[in-house]
């Protein structure tokens, strides 16, 4: 049997509500980290569409529907761990739910093979402190995403990493939020806009 520990959905309407995560190989983003990143997103979060990379527990995804997101993705690949995920969804959302779906898939095969048919306000990723390749998540996710069509011109992109790594310039995803909690580092991207966009409502 996995020996499990709990988190809780930090705010909105299932704040409080509790979800199940393995406790070997997943790190479920902190309450005190997921409140100041919806604190720092504010009311905006409502009726946006949300995309949750390495969802683990589905925490960040389940907060941001708590909080009155219109739907919310979540990916991730590990058996066990997405098993677990579909069990905390099903808690709070029945599986037909448009509100909610998951997909069990590695994070960077989806994106290549991104066919949705609508992009999102907000992309959270939220991968392991130390990737397997040994180069930083910063890197690999910003080259991932910049220009991608999963995130909306102006869209949101948030990054978790250890604090020790380095934040990653990108002259598509811009920094605009850069915050530490302990070991934790949340960095705040925003992407580009269309130049003929940003003309046409100076």
């Known amino acids: 049997m996995v020996s499990r520990t709990m988190v809780r959905i930090s705010g909105g309407i299932h704040r409080g509500r ?12 902190k309450d005190m980290v997921r409140q100041a ?32 997101a219109s739907a919310a993705v979540f990916i991730e690949m590990h058996p066990r761990t997405y098993e677990m995920l579909t069990r905390n969804l099903h808690a709070l959302y029945p599986e037909s739910s448009p509100l909610r779906r998951t997909v069990r898939a590695d994070a960077f095969a989806w994106l290549r093979g991104f066919r949705e048919n609508e992009s999102f306000d907000l992309i959270v ?45 990108n002259p598509v995803l811009s920094v605009i939020k850069d915050a530490r909690y302990g070991e934790t580092r949340l960095v705040y991207y925003r992407q580009a806009e269309p130049a003929d966009s940003r003309e046409a409502t100076s």
């Open 125 to 169: 990723a939220d991968p392991p402190y130390r990737p397997p390749e040994g180069e930083a998540w910063g890197a690999s996710l910003t080259a991932a995403l910049a220009g991608h069509p999963a995130l909306r011109p102006g869209g949101l992109f948030v990054l978790e990493q250890h604090a020790d790594e380095p934040v990653i310039d």
């Open 37 to 68: 990143l919806f604190s720092a997103i504010g009311d905006s979060i409502t009726g946006k569409r949300v995309l949750d990379l390495f969802a683990g527990s589905g925490a960040i995804g389940l907060d941001a529907l708590s909080r009155g």
């Open 18 to 29: 509790t979800l199940q995560v393995p406790r070997a190989g997943v790190r479920p983003t």
